[in-house]
């Protein structure tokens, strides 16, 4: 037996290695690109708005960071901020919905999945209903619904187009039926919206599914998309099931989806305000 060969002892309990040290000192610093897997020095992929220099690829943006790219000067005035959900089911999943939004308000300053705010684009007042995605994954409740039909019900009273940026898994679960009629409300004040005569443009971001998807999202008088964002209804698995069939390759992608006539354009998030700021131009003049 040579002496250098060891038993083996399955029971040995070896000590865990600890990664939690090494993981406080890097977080935050750099990030791997879901694009080319490289990984970037986080703050040079904030200076570029979180779209990749080496591939194009876009990670997700907050809130209150796509405000900044669309209204002049980073200045807006944000409305409606201080509405909260108040639990009207008492929903208990893993944790009780409360504590939920406790937690999800302190970790994004924000009351609800929604920042509703006014300002300029390009001179142009605009109401501009931004989706907050770290929010109970963007999800929309009685909260977002009615920032937004009093966004379009201001705009109405000031002349203004709307534009919503859509990023969102879809209707909240645990405001349940009340989630669902959010969508009904918000497209019968789109509804008005357009009898006015005053566009909206919806810009859908990664990701966009669900009960958004099957209401505003998709009820833009321009729906545009940021390159590679999931966009669909129900998720893939799902679907593969239900027809028996495997979907094809970059499905519910942006490309996709333009490809076969649902949505009018994909727009790099850097180009994104100049093209709204050209179709405002063309619907109002
Ligand atoms: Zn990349």
Redesign the pocket.
Known sequence: MSWFKRDKQPDEKLPKLDNTARKVRTEGLWQK??????I?WKKDLESNWNV??????HSRIDAATRLKLLFDNAEYESLDAELRSSDPLGFIDSKPYGQRLDAMRKATGLNDAMISARGKLDGRPVHICSMEPRFIGGSMGSVVGEQIARAIERAIADRTPVIIVSASGGARMQEGAISLMQMAKISAALMKLDQERLPYISVLTDPTTGGVTASYAMLGDLNIAEPGALIGFAGPRVIEQTIRQKLPEGFQRSEFLLKHGMLDAVVPRLEMKAYISKALQFFMG
């Open positions: 690109c879901e694009g080319c897997k490289q970037i990749c220099a080496k591939c194009g690829a």
